[in-house]
T-cell receptor, first 114, second 110 residues
């Protein structure tokens, strides 16, 4: 157990819908990262927050947005869902805002868009 | 931005043999290269990392080498065991983000 929690574990929804994925970082970690992993694909970096502020942005679609709250938990919002958005979404946390602090991954949320 | 390529995409070895996975990166400013292991249905977990001021790092049966000039780094697993079977990802940092390679599925046959 990495100490990073994600809810829900599984999510099944229809095209055009909107969903929210939630992540709680390890106690004391200030950085949260979001990744997308499609079937048999690598890990695509989406976005990073550090202590409530956006720190880095990857290939995140405009239909996706995220935020980090004062209690440091983070939410990833996916809207106007398409079939291709079906994937495993991981969040990770680290102590500081730089990537050479170990990132601890959560168990992931499996999103299925029908 | 950073581009990380990883080879091979699949690797099958006999138990006890060594396995080598290679990655190349594009951004000469990258200075941190972690390796993650992801077992089927589980989260990625860091197994070893190396910074650009070091050429080699070893942890028991696992070692990583870095060639900054050629911009490539490799993961070496010796005396492989069935529990080493997993997908391995390399990564390089570009600023505040990690760019991951495409992954290598390692299968260790008993």
């Amino acid at each position: 157990d990495s100490g990073v929690t994600q809810t829900p574990k599984h999510l099944i929804t229809a095209t055009g819908q909107r969903v929210t994925l939630r992540c709680s970082p390890r106690s004391g970690d200030l950085s949260v990262y979001w990744y997308q992993q499609s079937l048999d694909q690598g890990l695509q970096f989406l976005i990073q927050y550090y202590n409530g502020e956006e720190r880095a942005k990857g290939n995140i679609l405009e239909r996706f947005s995220a935020q980090q709250f004062p209690d440091l938990h983070s939410e990833l919002n996916l809207s106007s869902l398409e079939l291709g958005d079906s994937a495993l979404y991981f969040c990770a946390s680290s102590a500081a805002g730089v990537p050479y602090n170990e990132q601890f991954f959560g168990p992931g949320t499996r999103l299925t868009v029908l | 931005g950073e581009n990380v390529e990883q080879h091979p995409s699949t690797l099958s070895v006999q138990e006890g043999d060594s396995a080598v996975i290679k990655c190349t990166y594009s951004d000469s400013a990258s200075n941190y290269f972690p390796w993650y292991k992801q077992e089927l249905g589980k989260r990625p977990q860091l197994i070893i990392d190396i910074r650009s001021n070091v050429g080699e790092k070893k942890d028991q049966r696992i070692a990583v080498t870095l060639n900054k000039t050629a911009k490539h780094f490799s993961l070496h697993i010796t005396e492989t065991q069935p529990e080493d079977s997993a997908v391995y990802f390399c990564a390089g940092n570009a600023g505040n983000m990690l760019t991951f390679g495409g992954g290598t599925r390692l299968m260790v046959k008993p």
